[in-house]
């Protein structure tokens, strides 16, 4: 209890005549049993009467009869709803939270339910939450324009394969892990033949769908460890560690089949050309082995197109 | 006056998904494009016609930003009827929302119908949650699954009209 009821009392007297809070006592039924000299008040309602349901009074007590069984039952020791959005259409904002308690008094058992304006205090913290929702909401916006800029910047639009840009730098990663642990890698080189004719004979939309029709053959037939790019125009690039160019060329031969296959419901046609290079102590550099490859891949076009030639330097 | 059924529902579901603009797309018919964070609930009422008689449906909206404790949270559900879990399909990590507030409703102990939906499905591509990854969470719970857009108003008024029909069906 209190030390100074008296004062207690002078405090309370003080709230409820600035509408703070107001009260009201309830029957097991929600029913209003008595209520504050401040309530209808309080609610901008004078309609409110003893007896009436506070269900009708507060939308967020309709349903709570069994919370109400459930404070006497001790199964939850009070039953508080804070902030809740009290503004009729087309007024201000203004925000209540209601508590509810057991009160016994001898035999005589009912409810307390204070009622408190806590608008103040939600509006606050309604701007603290709205500002933290904005700051993450544009941080996740960014994140996400940032991801799809280093998409545009790495990969290549038509094909989703990476790009030059990519290329360049995986190369080099792959080139150096290769001379450290001394495993081979490959290298292969890939050209659409006459790619110029299959536009001019179906049209770009025919060469763009060759196009991503072998990008999909080559990222299907792929190991998780393998890397392909798009060189430029109609030309790709595979990367193949762990492999020397006799196995290279086994890859690269599944791959022309598995085109042929998949070119068959189509009208038109295409075939590929492909050069293969693996590192060497003669080629060790990026530049070097896509040379080699490159040489490799205008070898297999001299000699008639659709065919797999490998760099001298592996013979 | 015969007597109308009243029945609570609440919009759970992390900030920002859209829940506000649900139940204001359900009651009241419209759409706002801005965003206003929901603090504590705010309650909003429709009353729809169902072939057994009215019911009238108390829309609890409910902050999706966990400004009290527990047991607060608790209370807001308390009484509830049945749910409507809401995850935004444009942000991959409010898909976690579905797990989070089942689990939540199932800790106050409630056994209630529940319904997710995927909202924002009109912003196609932003889209960052598929079918498959929706289906999969509601199937774990057995329950529905709705693609909606508060915006368009596609589907709103079903993921509503649906929980009406499994509370229903509850009795």
């Not at chain 1, 009201?24 to 049993?33: C, G, I």
């Not at chain 1, 608008?119 to 996400?144: F, G, K, M, S, V």
């Not at chain 1, 590929?272 to 990026?286: D, H, K, Q, R, Y």
């Not at chain 2, 009241?28 to 072939?51: M, Q």
């Amino acid at each position: 209890m209190f030390e100074n009821t008296a004062l207690a009392l002078d405090v309370l007297q003080a709230l409820l005549e600035r509408q703070k809070v107001t009260y009201a006592l309830l029957e097991d039924d929600l029913s209003l049993r008595e209520f504050g000299p401040n309530f209808q008040t309080f609610l901008n309602n004078p309609k409110v009467h003893f007896g009436q349901s506070a269900a009708e009074v507060f939308d967020a007590l309709i349903g709570s009869e069994q919370v109400l069984q459930d404070i006497w039952n001790g199964i939850i020791s009070e039953y508080r709803l804070e902030y809740v959005n009290f503004s009729p259409p087309n007024f201000p904002a203004r925000y209540i939270s209601l508590y509810i308690w057991p009160r016994q008094r001898a035999s005589d058992r009912h409810f307390l339910l204070l009622v408190e304006d806590v608008t103040p205090a939600a509006l606050l913290e309604q701007r603290a939450i709205q500002a933290r929702n904005e700051l993450y909401l544009l941080r996740a916006q960014l994140d996400q324009d940032n991801a799809r800029l280093q998409r545009q910047a790495f990969y290549d639009a038509l094909t989703e394969l990476p790009n030059r840009r990519y290329l360049d730098d995986a190369l080099r990663r792959y080139i150096e892990f290769s001379g450290r642990y001394l495993t081979p890698l490959s290298l292969m080189m890939m050209d659409i033949d006459d790619f110029k004719v299959l536009n001019d004979a179906f049209g770009h939309p025919a060469g763009d769908e060759g196009l991503r029709l072998l990008a999909r053959v080559i990222s299907e037939s792929m190991r998780a460890t393998d890397f392909a790019a798009r060189y430029g125009g109609e030309e790709f690039c595979v990367f193949l560690p762990m492999l020397d160019a006799a196995r290279a060329r086994v890859f690269a031969d599944r791959i022309q089949q598995t085109l042929e296959q998949r070119l068959a419901p189509f009208p038109w046609r295409f075939t590929i050309s492909v050069g293969i290079a693996a590192l060497t102590p003669g080629a060790a550099s990026a530049v070097e082995l896509i040379k080699l490859a490159d040489d490799a891949l205008y070898r297999a076009k001299r000699e008639g197109k659709n065919r797999i030639c490998v760099s001298e330097t592996e013979k | 006056m015969p007597s109308i059924a009243q029945k609570k529902i609440c919009l759970l579901g992390e900030f920002a998904v859209g829940k506000t603009s649900l139940a204001r797309r359900f009651v009241e018919g419209r759409f706002d494009d801005r965003y206003l964070s929901t603090i504590g609930v705010k309650i909003s009422r429709r009353v729809i016609e169902r072939s057994s008689g009215n019911l009238n449906l108390l829309v609890w909206d409910l902050s999706g930003s966990d400004e009290f404790n527990d047991q607060i949270q608790a209370n807001y559900l308390r009484g509830s009827s049945g749910a409507l879990i809401v995850c935004d399909l444009t942000r991959r990590e409010t898909l976690a929302g579905f797990q989070r507030y089942a689990d939540r409703i199932r800790a106050v102990g409630l056994d209630i119908p529940l319904v997710f939906i995927g909202n924002k499905m009109d912003l196609v591509e932003e889209r960052a949650i598929s079918d498959a990854e929706l289906q999969s969470v509601a199937e774990t719970f057995q329950s529905p699954c709705l693609l909606s857009s508060a915006k368009t108003g596609e589907n709103t008024e079903t993921a509503f009209l649906r929980l009406a029909e499994m509370m229903e069906a509850r009795g």
